[in-house]
């Protein structure tokens, strides 16, 4: 495994599940941090349950549902089964490298791989041979690069910024904040603290700057202190043509993504990794290939239907106060988001949808 965050354990503690040997190479220590919202949904606790990784409300703070909020206008549901939970990237990192450990794997922190020619894997140049090279380095993948993995459909790129303030949640769900050319996302990751991001196509956008484009949540987090400091990445949307050649396959991030408004990147890459393993095991990558094009189709489409809010205020704000009138299906598109609900199903439900947005635009 080359990569040793989320993705790369994920893999591991899969394939060892299936008793495979495995090794994780990665040139940092852990814990290792990413700027990301730090939900996670009820569908991934349950693809992380499957792994024996127990993600508790104890390590961070549960949230019963989704909250989307626009311009005065706001409405909610809870999810259709269970809570999801806010935690700390860094702790659930630390949870993932006590369970690889405990499972056997044998974790390599401080190695550097610089190619993996004729299937053997150079770290800290030397070759190690390996029956399956697994690419977990994320969305600037050098395992994608090497085993000619980079065909693509084009790639979309917004810009995302996080912090951390010590203040209690106001609700119980996690906020969506639509705003001019951004969203601001709201976790609750502690009884006493939050996690903040905004995400847009501006890669200037800090949070300093966009919170007073959201006045409700400016004033309530004004004087709030900050528990680190703000921290920065990237969001793609990228669908790779193949995610597998010969012997090397590619999980999470380097195998393509979704944007991170669907907050579903952990659940995708938990999901990936139990298919990755069944296919190791039976030898055949040609099986990962297809479960791994299965997994990421209810994502891909639900980030599509919340990106082409993106930028049309006023088409927003309308589905939003129709979503407010008829809040089933809020409920519905939530349950489709987690997916316990047909998008074909909510799909045939858009006539009361345009009905209700038509009603209001008058």
Known sequence: MVGGGPAGLAAAIAARLR?????????????IDKACGEGVMPDGLAAAAMLGIPIDAALGQSFRGIRFCDQGASVEASFPNGCGIGIRRTTLHALMVERAAHMGVRLAWGTHVTGIPGGKVVV????????????ADGLQSQVRRWAGLEASTPSQLRFGFRRHYLV????????VHWGKGCQLYI???????????????????????????FPDVFRWLDGAAEAKAERGGTSVTRRLKSVCSDRVALIGDASGSVDAITGEGLCLLFQQAVALAAALEQGDLARYQKAHRQIGRRPAFMADLMLSLDGRDRFRHWILRAFAAKPDLFRQMLATHVGDFSPVRLAGNGLSLGWEMLRHAG
């Not at 800290?124 to 690419?135: E, F, K, L």
């Open 124 to 135: 800290d140049g030397r070759p190690v041979s390996a029956n399956w090279i697994v690419g």
């Open 168 to 175: 209690a949640p106001r609700s119980e769900y996690m906020e």
């Open 187 to 213: 976790t609750p990751v502690a009884p006493g603290e939050l996690c903040v991001a905004v995400i847009s196509r501006d890669p200037h956008l800090r949070l300093e700057t966009a919170l007073p484009r």
């Open 19 to 31: 008793g495979l040997r495995v090794v994780v190479s990665d040139s940092s220590y852990p814990p």
